[in-house]
């Protein structure tokens, strides 16, 4: 099945910047798509990122964060990451990783961190 660990949420100011790690184990990684996505209170769960398998070559972002995040993952450590820059009120959300589906195979979600943007 699985599991994903998500770790680096926290209180931040705005223009500040975080780093959110996720920690994957139990399958095996690099044939699989990640994403990072986040759900603000009272908002459905929106994508902000997505990585390609292998290399991470193809990346995908959301037009609300484009050119202030930036999603990448190592292989050898099991892990994606997203680095969160220019961060605004409105990045305020729980933090999730997931699992891109393969055929077959359903996705899988992490248990989500917290970010909070506020002075």
């Known amino acids: 099945q699985g599991e994903l660990v998500e770790s680096g949420g926290g209180l931040v100011q705005p223009g500040g910047s975080l780093r959110l790690s996720c920690a994957a184990s139990?399958?095996?990684?690099?044939?699989?798509?990640m994403g990072w996505y986040r759900q603000a209170p009272g908002k459905q769960r929106e994508m902000v990122a997505t990585i390609s398998s292998g290399a991470g070559d193809s990346t995908k972002y959301a037009d609300s964060v484009k050119g202030r995040f930036t999603i990448s993952r190592d292989n050898a450590k099991n892990t994606v990451y997203l680095q969160m820059s220019s961060l605004k009120p409105e990045d305020t959300a729980v933090y999730y990783c997931k699992r891109e589906p393969r055929i077959y195979i359903e996705a899988a979600w992490g248990q989500g961190t917290q970010v909070t943007v506020s002075s």
């Open positions: 139990g399958f095996i990684f690099n044939i699989y798509d």
